[in-house]
């Protein structure tokens, strides 16, 4: 802690936050491929290993909901802390013998995780707002462009620590080493994370956990297609193509996603060096409209260049790549406007209703890839896939940031 003497106590809080967010991301990173690769190993059905994290997108879309509204009261220091506590618990379920590991139970324990990541994730965001100085737009995009990306390249190396802790410890020794190592850093959270944190001047009451901003209604709606475009061909349609129509290996599968994701997190920290103006003003609803604009000809591309005579592979690898890019800077876009929009006494009711939009849309495009995949194929999802890009591109030219009305 030395290293931190004279650095400003808003930086202080700003890396403690992130501390716990990271953490937080690497253990949910290598618990997803854990379950998925030692329920694989017991002989579970690709169906039953996929219900095991039903509930974990379910209770997401109610966390961030509820959460918001429960950040606003409770202060967000609490909820961060008490999200880093039920993951603890979740992890801790698993140690039970292999005999009381049955799908009803781990999809209970998955639950937990689920409330346990986006109450982490909803007091990530928010209190992001509250450290940046009020009006210094461009310092806020940066910081939550670095969480965000930070994030979700830590979740990629999840996925591969996951793997080497089932080799190298087996479950039980893989789970027991991320409860020691998440409890520690739960004890710091408890003793160093600023009281009260978040906490609204007027509890706001439960009626009010709906978004009244016209401008936050548009932008969760884009947030929710958006994502919904990403998990309709990303989730579950493209590892099966990639093991069945190329061969893959289940581990060559599980590799080429994480680095997606680890690249994908890299693109989302460098966004503001790409859609920052000129003239230094922050980024608005229509630079979301725009980048939404250039993405959607990267699925729509894709699909028809899968109906004609160019090698699947390539078309699917180039794609990928290419999605990963603009998909990351779309995603910090809109991560950042959410943050600048929010009312910044309650913050977490605007971000919590935000997040609920993004786990809908992960939870419509989860099922519908598995759906659309299996009667129609992956040129199907693709095409869906610019659909609903180019509806949450519909959706964010809607915005007025202006609007003094919209940033009450």
């Known amino acids: 802690?030395?290293?931190?003497?004279?650095?400003?106590?808003?930086?202080?809080?700003?890396?403690?936050?992130?501390?716990?967010?990271?953490?937080?991301?690497?253990?949910?990173?290598?618990?997803?491929?854990?379950?998925?690769?030692?329920?694989?190993?017991?002989?579970?059905?690709?169906?039953?290993?996929?219900?095991?994290?039903?509930?974990?997108?379910?209770?997401?879309?109610?966390?961030?909901?509820?959460?918001?509204?429960?950040?606003?009261?409770?202060?967000?220091n609490k909820t961060m802390n008490i999200g880093l506590g039920l993951q603890i618990f979740a992890l801790a379920m698993l140690l039970v013998p292999t005999s009381y590991l049955t799908v009803v139970y781990v999809m209970v324990a998955q639950a937990l995780s689920g409330i346990a990541k986006d109450l982490n994730k909803m007091s990530a965001k928010s209190a992001i707002?509250?450290?940046?100085?009020?009006?210094?737009?461009?310092?806020?995009?940066?910081?939550?462009?670095?969480?965000?990306?930070?994030?979700?390249?830590?979740?990629?190396?999840?996925?591969?620590?996951?793997?080497?802790?089932?080799?190298?410890?087996?479950?039980?020794?893989?789970?027991?080493?991320?409860?020691?190592?998440?409890?520690?850093?739960?004890?710091?959270?408890?003793?160093?994370?600023?009281?009260?944190?978040g906490k609204a001047k007027q509890k706001p009451k439960f009626k009010e956990i709906l978004s009244k901003s016209r401008a936050i209604n548009f932008l969760s709606a884009a947030r929710l297609f958006l994502f919904a475009a990403r998990d309709v061909w990303f989730v579950i349609a493209l590892p099966v193509f990639l093991a069945t129509e190329f061969g893959w290996s289940h581990s060559w599968v599980g590799g080429f996603l994480a680095m997606w994701i680890v690249l994908y997190g890299v693109v989302q920290t460098l966004a503001p060096k790409f859609t920052s103006r000129r003239t230094g003003q922050s980024p608005t609803g229509k630079d979301a409209a725009i980048w939404g604009g250039i993405l959607v000809i990267v699925p729509a591309a894709m699909a028809l260049a899968l109906q004609s005579d160019f090698s699947a592979q390539w078309v699917v690898i180039i794609g990928l790549i290419v999605f990963a890019v603009l998909f990351a800077i779309n995603s910090s876009l809109h991560s950042f406007l959410i943050v600048d929009m929010a009312d910044k006494d309650g913050v977490s009711l605007d971000v919590g209703f935000y997040y609920m939009a993004n786990a809908c849309g992960r939870l419509l495009g989860t099922v519908l890839s598995g759906w659309i995949f299996q009667v129609y194929g992956l040129v199907a999802c693709l095409f869906i896939s610019a659909v609903f890009i180019a509806l949450a591109v519909l959706f964010s030219s809607l915005i007025e940031l202006d609007s003094g009305d919209d940033l009450e």
């Open 129 to 197: 707002k509250l450290l940046v100085p009020a009006g210094d737009s461009s310092k806020l995009y940066q910081w939550v462009a670095l969480l965000t990306g930070s994030k979700n390249t830590l979740k990629g190396i999840g996925f591969f620590l996951g793997g080497l802790l089932l080799t190298w410890l087996g479950f039980t020794g893989a789970i027991a080493l991320m409860v020691v190592m998440l409890s520690l850093v739960w004890l710091f959270s408890l003793l160093k994370l600023q009281a009260d944190l």
């Open 1 to 76: 802690m030395k290293v931190l003497n004279g650095v400003s106590a808003q930086v202080k809080q700003y890396f403690i936050i992130t501390g716990n967010y990271w953490a937080f991301t690497l253990t949910d990173g290598a618990l997803r491929m854990l379950v998925v690769l030692y329920f694989h190993q017991l002989g579970y059905s690709p169906l039953s290993i996929a219900l095991l994290f039903l509930f974990y997108e379910i209770f997401g879309v109610i966390t961030n909901l509820v959460g918001g509204w429960l950040g606003a009261r409770v202060g967000l």
